[in-house]
């Protein structure tokens, strides 16, 4: 018997991308676990010179965060464009309370984060730092707890994120940029501008995306941008078909591509990254250094700053009438999800690379901040939705 091809609807969408997240973050939980224990055993000499083994002009460390983490941007850029054309987010009703509660809890880190390093100009640039949400870690959490969350819940925490995820593109963009190199950035836009012409003429066909992408890519990586942000750019060219008051068009070009990326990123890029930047070696590391501006910083960012930001802003929102409580959550599990969001873990450690350059001591102190940070965030979110009523 013939199988029914049933079409892709947002609402399902969603659930899926919930799922495909969901798992990829409990892989993310237990590679950073893994990254922690080599670089503190007999096998971390040969951890840290594996991430400098050059190929092809880049070391390995640079090809993951430089490369595939295009890859992870890429897909970043599809589903922040699908979701606001064709999503969750295709209603600018449904932008505003994720949409306002994301800007909070971007804010509120950063000036605790500024405040606690004001004195100290080159930690400073790390500002930024605690953000960003790591929407696979949180979701990984909210995976333990089962249907006891609400999907009301699940669906705001991953709005939030995807929000988060688009200001922190921009954040990259506009302070974390080098010395700009005009050639190569005048192929980057050629090559967009040539992806913007298939989109017009109709061209549904991934390969002309895919291979245009890559010279983007590399233009970008010559130009002083940061090279992942030709992940999003590409994104932003690609094809997607819909039509108002039907089901989504499953063999758009967007969403061939966002499916056939999501499981790589999830299972095998993001963990990739998490095991190649989480690693710090705590040898030379005192506890009154966990107390130092950096790290301090950045943990208590994201531990206070994305909780307060994130729940006052919901919380002043709905009593002034503005927006609806999320459907069958009480303040308490809302409380919780606010508290998850202080998972900073994936975009924080990119941010951390970029303020303070990789093998840094300031670097390494920001990831401890974004571990212990992160840790206290998933824990008592965790404990807090355990027993949270609905």
């Known amino acids: ?27 993310l939980i237990a590679c950073a676990m893994a990254a922690m224990m080599v670089a503190n055993s007999p096998l971390s000499a040969a951890y840290f010179e594996a991430l400098h083994v050059e190929l092809g002009g880049l070391s390995l460390a640079h090809w993951i965060n430089d490369g595939l983490m295009a890859l ?53 640039r790390g500002w930024a730092i605690p953000a960003a949400t790591d929407i696979a870690f949180a979701l990984g959490v909210l995976a333990l707890l089962g249907p006891q969350v609400p999907a009301s819940l699940k669906i705001f925490l991953a709005a939030v994120a995807i929000i988060d995820d688009l200001i922190a593109v921009l954040i990259i963009a506009i302070f974390y940029t080098a010395q700009l190199h005009m050639l190569p950035l005048a192929g980057a836009a050629a090559g967009i501008a040539a992806l913007l012409i298939c989109n017009r003429r109709g061209v549904e066909s991934l390969w002309p995306y895919l291979l245009i992408g890559l010279f983007v890519w590399f233009c970008v990586l010559q130009s002083g941008i940061h090279a992942t942000l030709a992940g999003v750019a590409v994104a932003m060219t690609i094809p997607l078909k819909t039509s108002p008051g039907k089901p989504d068009e499953a063999h758009s070009t967007l969403y061939r591509l966002e ?43 994201l531990l206070i700053g994305k909780q307060a930001g994130i729940f006052t802003t919901l919380w002043l929102m709905v009593r002034m009438g503005w927006a609806g409580r999320p459907s069958g959550a009480g303040w308490g599990q809302i ?29 390494d102190a920001a990831k401890l901040g974004i571990l212990l940070g992160s840790l206290l965030s998933a824990c008592t979110g965790y404990g807090v939705l355990r027993f949270a009523r609905r």
């Open 1 to 27: 018997m013939n199988a029914t091809r049933i079409p892709i609807r947002p609402f399902s969408m969603m659930r899926a991308f919930l799922a495909t997240e969901a798992g990829g973050g409990i892989v």
């Open 72 to 124: 992870f941007f890429l897909t970043v850029g599809l589903e922040i464009k699908r979701e606001l054309l064709d999503g969750q987010l295709a209603r600018w009703s449904d932008r505003l309370l994720p949409g306002a509660a994301a800007a909070a809890g971007v804010a509120a880190p950063a000036l605790i984060y500024a405040a606690i390093n004001a004195g100290d100009p080159a930690g400073l």
């Open 259 to 301: 499916h056939g990326l999501h499981p790589w990123v999830a299972y095998a890029i993001i963990p990739l990254f998490g095991f190649a930047n989480a690693g710090v070696s705590l040898r030379g590391f005192t506890w009154p250094d966990v107390l130092t501006p950096v790290p301090l910083g950045v943990a208590l960012g």
């Open 335 to 363: 409380y919780g999800v606010a508290l998850l969001c202080g998972i900073g873990f994936t975009m924080s450690l990119f941010i951390g690379g970029l303020a303070f350059g990789d093998g840094s001591h300031q670097n």
